[in-house]
């Protein structure tokens, strides 16, 4: 006899109802006092279980056929069978049948067939659970044989033979063995979980008890613990001793997939691994650095290897929210106690290196184990120390500013590019990144953090440069000043505006670092004017500007620069009335001269007590000019300087005629070669009446130098009193206009030392200055409070030395400016 609940299920493999004579209707009647019963309809089809897992099992809810709400109950009819009560019998066997299922899946070491098709076994379960009212007989049953199983397992894995890493293969299979069979149980039992298990709380379901059982009996157990760190700890020592896989390596993703499924990953897996990562490398790192087997560059490439090899190794084994933890106690465990050793070592061959990646490398490594701070404080003093030894080098002092320059560039690299943090964009900002399609739903955009460079390396540079420059005054300053000399009378020679603009800034970063303003000012007042008398600057549009970038953001005294520029136009405006007023004509001599009539205190130049003597055909055309100058400006002085004035002469040679652009102290010198073809060093020296210095410097350019017009005896290197000099017939060149430089154009050794005995002396009267406006204002003070209040008031222009305000004050109490006290010969006062 077919029962209802065959009845009622549709299995693809039923004939449903097709196994009656004749159809049967179903009708539902509702039994309610307060409305007549409903005629006779067919039920729909009856919903599945709740577990989506089960969804082609038969419904448990057979007595639900209508989803409208009555009240009372509900009768179901089915014409045409017979509705007998299963038979005890019955009852019995299906209770049997699914106890015999369960013993047979929870059985290791035996494969037996199940007794019935997994639908005939679900169909048992909810008969035994609904009719025979077994829920409890079967739960019971349940509890029992995963009590034996995880039993049995645990005997099994401590009798294994096998150990250490060979231990983790039965494991592993044991572990997946009961995953399986324990998810065929939860298929079969599916009814007594929804039904029975499902109605009592304080139950568990038939895989959470599953889990509860392995953890507490097998995992937990010591034994088993114990064999899986074994296995774990000697599968890595193996793989890091040898640096290739393990040949059993992929029964420990197996493992960690089996731990985590029942909890315990971070007590049983990662703690495990991270406190046996941290013990190997902290004994390797101490092995390595007491056996002095490695260099600090060495050991750092040591370190980013074996940092690499767990980081590979932690992706291919654990599970990705571990692979930093793990990547990070590597690194921690390897550069504990040895960060300041690797920061003075490594990172000083590095940059002497120039090698910007491995620094970079260096970088992130330290930042990871919280050492920035360490590896700041020693890259500051690395480029202290390199700033130092480039400022110092007195053998090598042209070449100063290139490598300070260089150096900089490399070291503003670093800190753009190295020591950089990544910064995420603020929420809401998209990132700007095309759709692959229009058609297609718009991904989310996520922005890509940028980076921004490590405000300590970035403070940390420019202290290390000024602290550098202090290893030396003056010297940095002047040596600034003539390279930006050198750049502006060599121009742009090709470039864009815009880089050689970039230049002229990086080099005026230089300046910024200097304590000495005031000498570089100074020696750069002289150099321009020198371009500008001379026509040796290469663009007077870039001069202007460098000069207003000076005034505005380095230095308000720089204003002397547009005057300078303002006597030149007028002495353009000048010269030209002078032309026109005096109507020469282009044979004129007068029409061939040039003077610029400067204001004295515009520019750098002291008067001159001797001077060179002009042929008198000159001087006749300055005694014209002079007399038409004061003729318009009466009261006025002029005198005339010689220095830096220039000519053009037209010489002939051998190889035919040639125009020399000459310095005008040149020029008198080569003039008198047009009436002797042989003068010795005494009568050129009379006929000039120049002293022995400037005679033997322009001497030595004429005949010494690239282009030598002049020949000297003996031809020695050295210009000496006993040398006869004549003029050279044989010179050649592949130019017309032959250009020979004047040293008078450069700063020579004694106007650099008669320029810094000149910043000297200004410095004394601004430190009087200084010291007398103070003391002035506060009428009383002691020696350490002038002292400070005294390097404030002047700081803008140099840092003066102690012992020169010392000097100063003494200077000054003696010319009575200021007194001492009698009792306390530290505190001062104003004499008024």
């Avoid at 493999?13 to 307060?34: E, Y």
């Avoid at 136009?569 to 001599?589: K, Q, V």
Wanted: proline share 4%; glycine share 4%; net charge neutral.
């Amino acid at each position: 006899m077919t029962d209802v609940y065959t009845l009622l299920t549709f299995p693809t493999t039923s004939r449903a109802f097709s196994a009656l004579p004749s159809q049967p209707q179903i009708v539902v009647n509702s039994r309610d006092s307060s409305r007549s019963a409903s005629p006779p309809r067919k039920i729909p089809r009856l919903d599945g279980v709740s577990d989506p897992r089960f969804a082609s099992a038969p419904s448990s809810r057979v007595g639900i056929v209508d989803h409208v709400d009555r009240k009372g109950p509900t009768i179901l009819h089915v014409f045409g069978l017979s509705t007998k009560p299963t038979s005890d019998i019955a009852k019995s066997d299906d209770y049997l049948l699914v106890k015999r299922t369960i013993s047979i899946l929870l059985t290791r070491n035996e494969v037996r067939p199940l007794p019935a098709t997994y639908d005939r076994i679900y169909r048992a379960c909810r008969a035994a659970v609904d009719d025979a009212g077994k829920g409890e007989g079967l739960y019971d049953a349940v509890k029992i044989a995963l009590e034996q199983c995880v039993k049995d397992m645990v005997e099994e894995l401590n009798k294994d033979s096998r150990k250490s890493v060979e231990w983790l293969v039965p494991f592993t299979n044991a572990c997946e063995w009961y995953e399986k069979h324990v998810g065929l149980l939860q298929s079969v039992l599916a009814y007594l979980d929804t039904r029975y298990v499902a109605e009592r709380e304080q139950l568990l379901e038939t895989k959470q008890l599953a889990c509860a059982m392995f953890t507490n009996k097998v995992i937990q157990n010591s034994q088993v613990t114990e064999a899986i760190m074994c296995g774990i700890s000697d599968w890595l020592d193996w793989e890091r001793a040898n640096k290739v896989p393990h040949p059993l390596r992929s029964y420990l993703p197996k493992l960690v997939r089996q731990i985590r499924a029942y909890g315990l990953y971070i007590d049983k897996i990662e703690t495990v691994y991270l406190n046996l990562t941290h013990s190997y490398y902290t004994k390797e790192s101490n092995d390595l650095a007491e056996g002095n087997l490695l260099s600090a560059a060495e050991f750092l490439e040591h370190v980013k290897r074996r940092s690499a090899e767990e980081r590979v190794r932690a992706e291919e084994v654990l599970i990705s929210s571990s692979v930093e933890s793990v990547h990070d106690t590597a690194d921690n465990a390897l550069l504990a106690g040895r960060l300041q050793w690797l920061a003075d070592d490594a990172l000083s061959m590095l940059i002497k290196g120039r090698n910007d990646s491995q620094i970079k490398s260096m970088y992130e490594l330290f930042a990871k184990v919280g050492g920035l701070k360490v590896l700041s404080a020693s890259f500051k003093a690395h480029v202290q120390k390199e700033v130092r030894a480039i400022v110092t080098d007195v053998a090598n002092d042209e070449e100063m500013v290139p490598r300070l320059l260089k150096f900089k560039a490399f070291a503003d690299k670093l800190v753009a590019t190295c020591f950089v943090d990544p910064v995420s964009p603020p929420p809401g900002a998209a990132a700007s990144q095309p759709q692959a399609s229009s058609s297609a739903a718009p991904a989310a955009l996520v922005p890509s953090p940028t980076v921004h460079p490590n405000r300590e390396f970035s403070y940390g540079l420019i202290d290390a440069f000024q602290a550098g420059f202090k290893a030396r005054h003056n010297k940095p300053a002047e040596m600034i000043a003539k390279h930006m000399d050198k750049a502006m009378r060599r121009g742009q020679k090709g470039k864009r505006d815009e880089d050689f603009a970039a230049e002229l800034d990086d080099v005026l970063t230089l300046y910024r670092f200097t304590d000495d303003m005031d000498v570089f000012r100074t020696f750069y007042q002289r150099a321009l004017a020198k371009r500008l008398l001379l026509g040796r600057s290469a663009s007077n549009d870039f001069e202007k500007s460098v000069l207003k970038k000076l005034r505005e953001q380095y230095d308000p005294d720089f204003g002397n620069g547009d005057k300078m520029f303002n006597d030149l136009d007028l002495s353009r405006d000048l010269m030209g009335r002078f032309y026109d007023e005096n109507r020469l004509d282009e044979a004129s001599s007068l029409r061939k001269l040039t003077a610029m009539v400067l204001q004295r205190s515009s520019w750098p130049f002291a008067a001159r007590k001797t001077d060179i003597l002009l042929p008198g055909w000159m001087q006749d055309d300055l005694t014209t000019f002079t007399q038409y100058y004061k003729a318009k400006h009466q009261g006025r002085t002029l005198d005339w300087d010689h220095a830096l004035g220039t000519a053009v002469l037209r010489a002939r040679f051998k190889a035919g005629e040639k125009e020399l652009s000459v310095s005008l102290y040149q020029a008198v010198i080569l003039l008198l070669f047009n009436d002797s073809e042989e003068i010795t060093y005494v009568d050129i020296k009379e006929q000039t009446n120049l002293d022995d210095a400037e005679l033997q410097r322009t001497l030595q350019s004429l005949s010494l130098g690239k282009k030598r017009v002049l020949t000297k005896t003996p031809g020695v290197r050295d210009v000496a009193a006993t040398d006869k000099f004549s003029y050279n017939v044989d010179f050649t060149d592949p130019r017309h206009v032959v250009h020979i430089n004047s040293i008078q154009s450069k700063e020579t050794p004694e106007e650099t030392k008669r320029t810094q005995s000149s910043i000297e002396a200004d410095r004394k009267h601004a430190l009087d200055a200084a010291i007398v406006r103070v003391m002035k204002s506060k009428k009383e003070l002691t020696y350490e409070q002038l002292k400070t209040a005294t390097i404030e008031a002047v700081k803008n222009h140099f840092v003066p030395e102690v012992a020169m305000i010392k000097k100063r004050i003494e200077g000054l109490v003696e010319q009575e400016y200021l007194r001492r006290d009698e009792d306390d010969q530290s505190r001062f006062f104003y004499v008024a």
